[in-house]
């Protein structure tokens, strides 16, 4: 979905900045596998990029990547996958492993390579491949590893991708092999009031609070393991609408209100 989400936020970033209503940069405190800010962040005026996620594994890794010292693995074996869980974090490989091996990218979910029922197919590759890419997008970005209520942004454009709100499965950060920490949406959403006073808030999510209004959506197809035989299957449980919100009472709603409205 990143490349569809950011050429909205790169039309509204120029905006806000041409309206003198942000002054210090763009933000993700959610930036995880960075869909949207690999798109965004070599786009011309965007600068002062913070990128941040709970994860501490995940952005150890990031700064590996960006910076060129991450020693990228030329296969990981089931033991080897087993192997890397028990890293002591922060850990580069452990998020390498944890994520781009794992079946539908769970961390630590399941050894991906077992599932593919003798496709050739090779995740360790796929995923070298990929970090080799995105690292020349992210030299010009500062990662930091925080609560998302630590981030403080003042003055800027955030973009938050957080966890979804669900009722089936609660469960939402990974914070270590043995733990998960459940996410709080209503106080995510007060945070974001919070935070419209004085930035340029846009939320990515399906639903959102009554004083948020929606102002771009896409369809979209939510499977752990996508194919073209089986995405289609069951529309009930696969398609959704991802949307993007601002809150109705932030200090620069009508920039996107009435961007929706042409």
Known sequence: MGKYIAPFLYEMYVKAREKGVIANGYMEPFCGSLGVLKNIATMPLVENIVANDYHPDLIQMWKEVRDGTFVYPYEVSEDGYKTAKQLPSP???KA?????????????GAYAQKYVNGKNEDFCKEMVHSLQRISKCIQNVEFTNKDYQDCCPENCFVYCDPPYKQTKF???????????????????????RKWSANN??????????????????????RSACQSAKTRFQ????????????????ARDVSL???????
């Open 234 to 249: 069951n529309e009930s449980v696969t398609h959704q609408r991802e949307k993007l919100f601002v809150y109705k009472n």
């Open 91 to 93: 850990s580069a490989m």
């Open 200 to 221: 340029v808030v846009i939320v990515s999510e399906i639903t959102a609070p009554d004083d948020f209004v929606e102002v771009w959506s896409l369809d979209r197809y």
């Open 170 to 192: 609660p469960i939402k950060y990974r914070r270590d092999v043995k733990k998960y920490d459940v996410f709080d949406n209503d106080v995510f959403w007060d945070t974001i």
């Open 96 to 108: 390498f492993v944890g994520f781009g091996m794992s079946f539908g990218g769970r961390f630590f």
């Open 256 to 262: 996107f209100v009435q961007e929706k409205g042409n």
